[in-house]
């Protein structure tokens, strides 16, 4: 078993910074994408970055020159640094992991509130 622990959720302004992390203990796999999800109240969950093994990134657009997502393999621990925070930002923001040799994807972390206020 893979357990994800967040952190580094909180309250700030528009225009502020946050940095996530997301630890990984237990079973690591040796490779696996970590992406960073988030859902706002009566939204879906959407995915909003991913990193792999090698640092390969994608982001969704609406995030793009702003969040920079980033890992340490050898601490098995990834981060979303979120800059020029905005109000839509709002959401509970969850890590998940993504096994590359069998795509077991049901790894999830207990979730970390932003709030950005405007």
């Known amino acids: 078993q893979v357990r994800l622990v967040e952190s580094g959720g909180g309250l700030v302004q528009a225009g502020g910074s946050l940095r996530l992390s997301c630890a990984a203990s237990g079973s690591t796999p040796r490779f696996y994408v970590m992406g960073w999800h988030r859902q706002a109240p009566g939204k879906q969950r959407e995915l909003v970055a991913s990193i792999n093994n090698r640092g390969t990134t994608n982001y969704v657009d609406s995030v793009k020159g702003r969040f920079t997502i980033s890992r340490d393999n050898a601490e098995n621990t990834g981060y979303l640094q979120m800059n020029n925070l905005k109000p839509e930002d709002t959401a509970v923001y969850y890590c998940?992991?993504?096994?590359?040799?069998?795509?077991?994807?049901?790894?999830w972390g207990q979730g970390t509130q932003v709030t950005v206020s405007s």
């Open positions: 998940n992991l993504v096994v590359v040799s069998t795509l077991r994807s049901d790894y």
